[in-house]
């Protein structure tokens, strides 16, 4: 039980089901939105469906090897940023974590072929054997570099909203002339609000990288990494961060305005009420942060609004 339990904690199984609420909710919720007619939506959804399943038991096996290739990298700097969290030579050996990083890796690029294969489209598993690259290389080299590390998961966490967007049908190929020939669906909508969620998801997921790497400088600095905070010092990260949050909330509130003009006022009030304004209390508790405790509890409530976020994508289920 307690190795069972263990392995939950290495995989990082909240962040996995942060991966598929988006998933599910963005294709059952956004997806069926920008379809012309009920028919059509009837007849493509039920084909896809369990091509889906497989699509995000995919994301989710690739992503949970990137979890325990980074933990058995960062065995040591974790002994000193959250030693009692560490699960690998503790209680899942090293070579069983390798292991189940290849295993796991393995399985999410089967699965990734399988419905690249089905769906003729090629962009879905080439992307994935990407991912699983980059998240090695993030483990040994670019989580140690200047931004580098943090724009990778930032990348990665948009693609989680990316890949169902090729997924369905639609390719970047079609956007200059928004080609609505061969689709049931609007191609133009769904770029637009594939744009909006992917985005806004690299922008959150990259304020809580550099807020980590704020938490983390201790154990990051012992063992050279060249992390925004240790190479520009704090107060450089805290005004980066602001900036970000600042560009996100003035988008977000631009998005409400013309949602509110568009009688979408429930949705307005929502984005509003849960994520314009937890983000500014952030700002404010970004101005005052300056330990460890502090930025830990600053990323536990990014990790909310992102929540917040995907859950908004309801709204255009139900048209509020």
């Known amino acids: 039980m307690k190795l069972i339990a263990a392995f939950f904690k290495l995989i990082r199984w909240p962040n ?34 369990l091509r889906f399943y497989l699509l995000v038991f995919s994301s989710v096996a690739i992503a949970a090897a990137g979890y325990i290739i980074n933990d058995y990298f960062d065995l040591q700097i974790d002994g000193i940023n959250k030693p009692d969290k560490i699960v690998v030579d503790v209680i899942i050996k090293r070579r069983a974590a390798i292991i189940w990083h290849f295993a796991l890796s393995f399985l999410g690029i089967v699965g990734s072929f399988i419905v690249s294969y089905k769906s003729k489209n090629w962009v879905i598993v080439l992307a994935n054997v990407l991912c699983v690259i980059l998240l090695w290389f993030y483990s040994t080299h670019f989580k140690k570099k200047l931004l580098i590390g943090n724009i990778v998961i930032s990348a990665l966490t948009a693609w989680v909203i ?53 938490e983390d400088m201790q154990g990051d600095a012992n063992y050279n990494c060249k992390t925004m905070p240790i190479v520009l010092g704090l107060p450089v990260a805290k005004m980066f961060v602001a900036v970000w949050i600042f560009f996100c909330v ?25 994520i314009v304004v937890p983000l500014v209390i952030i700002l404010k508790k970004m101005n005052t942060a300056n330990e460890k405790k502090s930025f830990h509890q600053i990323s536990n409530a990014l990790k909310w609004v992102m929540l917040m976020g995907i859950l908004s994508m309801l709204f255009f289920k139900f048209h509020i």
């Not at 988006?22 to 469906?49: C, K, R």
């Not at 669906?185 to 997921?205: E, H, Q």
């Open 16 to 49: 996995l089901f942060f991966i598929i609420l988006t998933q599910f909710v963005f294709y059952f919720a956004i997806v069926p939105s920008v379809y012309f007619s009920e028919a059509s939506l009837n007849f493509d959804i039920t084909q896809l469906n």
């Open 162 to 214: 990316l890949v169902i967007y090729f997924y369905v049908g639609a390719n970047l190929f079609l956007i200059k002339g928004w080609d609505f020939s061969s689709h049931p669906f609007n191609v133009k909508l769904l770029y637009k609000l594939t744009t909006l969620y992917a985005g806004f998801a690299f922008n959150i997921s990259l304020i809580r990288e550099i807020v980590k790497d704020m």
């Open 250 to 274: 003035a988008v977000l509130l631009i998005i409400d305005v013309y949602a509110w003009q568009s009688g979408l006022r429930v949705s307005a009030l929502y984005s509003v009420a849960c």
